[in-house]
C-alpha cells in the first residue's frame, strides 16, 4: 500500500500545476472491508424491546498515506447503501456508521458519521442509503488509516416476533475533494 | 515544499524549457513570412552552409526584431507566485516555450481541470482530465547542438573562430502501460508494470576552426554587366545569371570540457491485488552513467570534426547542400558507474564498472538542402534541415510590388507538423518594416497556435 504513495502523491503536484484546480478522491471503502463484515446477520432479537444494538462491523481500514501532508480538504462526502433481508418480526432503528482515525479506542465511542433511519418487516427486503458530508468525515478520510464500525439499533417494542435477519453494505464510497498544499 | 524551494523548481523547469525551444521561434518577420526558409543571403541560415561565407553579400539584408509581444505580456502575464490561486506551471511553460517577443494572435486552451483519483481494493483509475493533453504519445524528446558566439576573423579565403559548442540530448519516455493509464485514463490492473526510461547525453567542448572558401566556377553570361557599380546584382551570382560553384570546408579540433550521459529505467510493478495486504508493489530503477570532466575524473577530450558545404549557381537558380560538425567525435577517458535500486533495502547501491574507459561521444552532424530560384521580383525557395532530433522543411515565397513585398510560406515544423505563415514588408529606401503570421505549436500541448511577428530590416 504504501509503495502507491509515491505514486499517488504525484498526482497533486500535477493538479497543483493547473491553477486553482482539486484533486478528487474516491475511494471504495466498501472494497476494504473484510467480506465477512460486508454482510452479518441480526437477531434473533426478543420483541418488546428497545435500543437493542448490533455492531456489525468494526474494521481498521488502510486508506492513501500521505494525502494529508500534501493537500488541503475542501470537502467530503461518504455515500452509504445497506440492505435489510428482514425475516421475521418488524423493527424501527438506525444504522450508524462510525469514522474515527486508527488510535482511537473504540470506534463507537465517538459520534456516529451517518445516522440512517430503518424500518424492517417480516418477509421483505429494506434498502436505505444516504449521503453525508461533515468536517469530521473530511479528516477522517485522509488519514493513513482509520477505523470504522457499523452498528444497527433496532427498536423491536411494536413487534409481534423476534426480529431476524441479514444485513448487508452495498455501497460505502468516500469522494474527497482536495487543493494543493505544496 | 519551502516556497524557495518551489520557486526555484519552477526556474528551472523554465530554464530547461527555454534551452530547448527559444531557437524554435523566429523573429526576423521577413525570413518568418517566407517561412522561415533558409537561403545563402538571409543572414540568420549563414552558419547553415559554410559555404555561403564565399558568396557575396549582394542584397544581403540585417534584421532588426520589435519585440511587440512584450506589450501583451505586460497586460496579461502568469503569476509566478506558486501560492497564488491562478499559478499554473503549463502557462509559464509555454511562457518558456513562446517568449513574449511576438504577439500571440491565438493560444491553445489553457490546461485545467481537476485531476480524479478513483481507489478501491483492486482498483486505482487516474483521470489527469486537461493534463492529459500535456503527455505526448511519443517520448519527450529535446535537446540539440548549440554553436555559441563564435569569435575570430578572417583574410581573403581563410577564416579561422573558436566556437563554444554544446550538445545536450535528452529523451524521457513512458512505457505503454503507464501512457495508457496517465493519457487515456484506462485503470491501473494487478501484476503489470509501470515503468518509465531516460536516455541522456551531454557534452561541451570548444571548437578551433580554420577554414577556407572557394570559388571553382565561376562563369557569366555573355550580356552581363560584370562590375557596373550601378546594379547592386552585376556581381551577385544569386540574380546576375552566372554559373558559380563556391565550396567551403572548416576541420574543427575539439577540446572536450565535460561529457555526461545517463541511461535509466524504473517502474513499479503491481501486486496480484492492488491494495491487497502487505506490499503487493515491486518498484525497480537501474541507471548507468559515464562521465569524464575537465579537472575531474578522465580530464579534458579530444577529437576532430568539420564543416563542409557547396552551394551552387544557375541561371539564378540557387542550390547549396551543407554539413555542420561532419564526422565529429570526442574521444574521453570516462568513468563508468551502473546504480541500482533494491527494494528490499530501500536505498541505491552503486558500483563503479571502471575508470578511465575509453569512450567516443558523437556530436551529431546537421544537414541543410536549400534551393531557391529569383526571378526579377520575386524569389521562390525552399529548404530541407535534418538534424539529430528533427527534420524540418521549410518553403516560402516573396514579390515585390514596388515598395511593397508579399510574402507566403510553410514549414515542417520540430513536431513534424505543417505550419502556414505569410507577411507583408514595406520599404523606405535603406531601410524596412516587415509583418508576418504564423501559425506555430511551441506549447507544452503541442497545439496550433498564431502570432504576429515584427521587425525592421536594413537593406
Given at each position: 500500500m504504501r509503495r502507491w504513495v509515491a505514486v499517488i502523491l504525484m498526482l497533486p503536484f500535477l493538479a497543483a500545476g493547473c491553477g486553482d484546480r482539486s484533486l478528487i478522491l474516491t475511494v471504495d471503502v466498501l472494497s476494504f472491508l473484510d467480506p465477512a463484515d460486508v454482510s452479518e446477520a441480526y437477531g434473533p432479537i426478543p420483541a418488546g424491546l428497545t435500543g437493542v444494538s448490533v455492531d456489525v462491523a468494526s474494521e481498521e481500514v488502510s486508506l492513501l498515506p500521505g494525502v494529508e501532508d500534501v493537500t488541503e480538504v475542501s470537502s467530503a462526502k461518504l455515500e452509504i447503501g445497506a440492505s435489510f433481508d428482514n425475516t421475521t418480526g418488524s423493527a424501527t432503528g438506525q444504522l450508524q456508521i462510525f469514522i474515527t482515525s486508527a488510535d482511537s479506542a473504540d470506534v463507537y465511542s465517538t459520534a456516529p458519521i451517518a445516522d440512517i433511519p430503518v424500518s424492517v418487516t417480516p418477509g421483505n427486503v429494506t434498502n436505505v442509503s444516504t449521503e453525508v458530508t461533515s468536517d469530521a468525515l473530511a479528516e477522517a478520510l485522509v488519514q493513513d488509516k482509520v477505523k470504522i464500525g457499523v452498528r444497527i439499533t433496532f427498536d423491536t417494542s411494536a413487534s409481534l416476533a423476534p426480529v431476524q435477519g441479514t444485513e448487508t453494505i452495498t455501497l460505502l464510497r468516500a469522494t474527497v475533494i482536495t487543493k494543493k498544499k505544496l | 515544499m519551502p516556497n524557495h524551494c518551489r520557486r526555484v523548481a519552477v526556474v528551472c523547469v523554465v530554464a530547461a524549457a527555454f534551452a530547448t525551444s527559444a531557437q524554435a521561434q523566429m523573429l526576423d518577420a521577413r525570413r518568418l513570412g517566407m517561412g522561415g526558409v533558409a537561403t545563402s543571403d538571409n543572414g540568420a541560415s549563414r552558419t547553415a552552409n559554410v559555404a555561403f561565407r564565399a558568396v557575396p553579400a549582394g542584397r544581403g539584408t540585417h534584421s532588426i526584431p520589435l519585440p511587440i509581444g512584450l506589450i501583451q505580456y505586460a497586460n496579461d502575464h502568469p503569476t509566478f507566485d506558486t501560492d497564488d490561486p491562478d499559478f499554473n506551471i503549463f502557462k509559464i511553460l509555454d511562457l518558456a516555450s513562446n517568449p513574449p517577443l511576438t504577439l500571440s494572435l491565438s493560444k491553445p486552451d489553457e490546461v485545467s481541470g481537476d485531476i480524479s483519483i478513483f481507489v478501491a481494493r483492486d482498483s486505482l483509475s487516474v483521470d489527469l482530465d486537461d493534463v492529459r493533453r500535456a503527455i505526448p504519445e511519443e517520448a519527450w524528446k529535446m535537446g540539440g547542438v548549440y554553436h555559441l558566439m563564435a569569435i575570430g576573423f578572417g583574410v581573403k579565403n581563410f577564416f579561422v573562430q573558436v566556437v563554444p559548442t554544446i550538445h545536450v540530448r535528452n529523451e524521457f519516455d513512458l512505457d505503454d502501460p503507464l501512457r495508457r493509464a496517465l493519457r487515456d485514463a484506462e485503470p491501473f490492473t494487478g501484476n503489470t508494470r509501470y515503468g518509465t526510461s531516460d536516455e541522456g547525453v551531454a557534452q561541451a567542448a570548444v571548437a578551433w576552426q580554420a577554414g577556407m572558401t572557394l570559388r571553382p566556377l565561376y562563369r557569366l553570361p555573355a550580356d552581363a554587366n560584370e562590375g557596373?557599380?550601378?546594379?547592386?546584382?552585376?556581381?551577385?551570382p544569386r540574380r546576375n545569371g552566372a554559373t558559380a560553384f563556391y565550396m567551403g570546408a572548416a576541420p574543427k579540433y575539439y577540446w572536450g570540457l565535460a561529457y555526461g550521459s545517463v541511461r535509466g529505467q524504473g517502474g513499479i510493478t503491481t501486486g496480484d491485488t492492488l491494495f491487497g495486504s502487505g506490499d503487493p508493489v515491486a518498484i525497480d530503477m537501474t541507471a548507468l552513467t559515464r562521465h569524464a570532466a575537465i579537472g575531474q575524473d578522465g580530464g579534458s577530450g579530444h577529437g576532430f570534426g568539420a564543416d563542409v558545404g557547396g552551394v551552387f549557381f544557375y541561371k539564378n537558380l540557387e542550390l547549396g547542400v551543407g554539413v555542420n560538425d561532419l564526422g565529429s567525435e570526442i574521444d574521453w577517458k570516462t568513468t563508468v558507474k551502473q546504480h541500482v535500486y533494491s527494494d528490499s533495502l530501500n536505498e541505491f547501491t552503486t558500483t563503479t564498472l571502471g575508470k578511465d574507459i575509453d569512450f567516443t561521444s558523437r556530436i551529431p552532424a546537421a544537414l541543410t538542402v536549400n534551393v531557391a530560384k529569383r526571378m526579377g521580383s520575386m524569389m521562390v525557395a525552399a529548404d530541407f534541415v535534418d538534424t539529430e532530433l528533427k527534420t524540418m522543411v521549410h518553403l516560402g515565397v516573396e514579390r515585390w510590388l514596388g515598395m511593397l513585398a508579399i510574402r507566403g510560406g510553410a514549414y515542417r515544423d520540430a513536431n513534424g507538423r505543417w505550419q502556414a505563415t505569410g507577411g507583408t514588408g514595406l520599404r523606405f529606401g535603406g531601410i524596412g518594416v516587415d509583418l508576418a503570421v504564423a501559425t506555430h505549436s511551441r506549447n507544452v500541448e503541442e497545439e496550433r497556435a498564431a502570432e504576429l511577428c515584427a521587425s525592421l530590416t536594413l537593406y
Open positions: - | 557596373d557599380q550601378d546594379d547592386p546584382s552585376a556581381d551577385d
